[in-house]
């Protein structure tokens, strides 16, 4: 029903910037937040390192405040994280997660909770 699909991840030297996209499609009436999770290591907790509401507020781990920012653009239910002054322990599967609402077949509303795939971002010299 929703579809949601990041690029840009790659192999990147500690300093460094990228910035990656998540594009969500499908039966979406409308997106709450939208947001970006990354995994450090198998086994590990996913955890949040930066999300955006509707109304554009932003949220942030401790660990990127200052070097990352999220942005988003509605009209593409589109969300990007730009990275920069990269370190090696931002090295992760950073996984996108969008809260939205389906207009179903039926009429009716749905609420749910989609994640995408994850892209690979490496900080290494």
């Known amino acids: 029903q929703v579809q949601v699909v990041e690029s840009g991840g790659g192999l990147v030297q500690p300093g460094g910037s990228l910035r990656l996209s998540c594009a969500a499609s499908g039966n979406i009436f409308k997106i709450n937040d939208m947001g970006w999770y990354r995994r450090q290591a198998p086994g590990k907790q996913r955890e949040l390192v930066a999300a955006i509401s509707s109304d554009g507020t932003t949220n942030f781990a401790d660990s990127v405040k200052g070097r990352f920012t999220v942005s988003r653009d509605n009209a593409k239910n589109t969300v990007y994280l730009q990275m920069n002054s990269l370190k090696p322990e931002d090295t992760a599967v950073y996984y996108c997660?969008?809260?939205?609402?389906?207009?179903?077949?039926?009429?009716?509303?749905?609420?749910?909770?989609?994640w995408g795939q994850g892209t690979q971002v490496t900080v290494s010299s």
């Open positions: 997660n969008v809260d939205c609402v389906l207009r179903l077949y039926s009429g009716s509303y749905s609420r749910g909770d989609y």
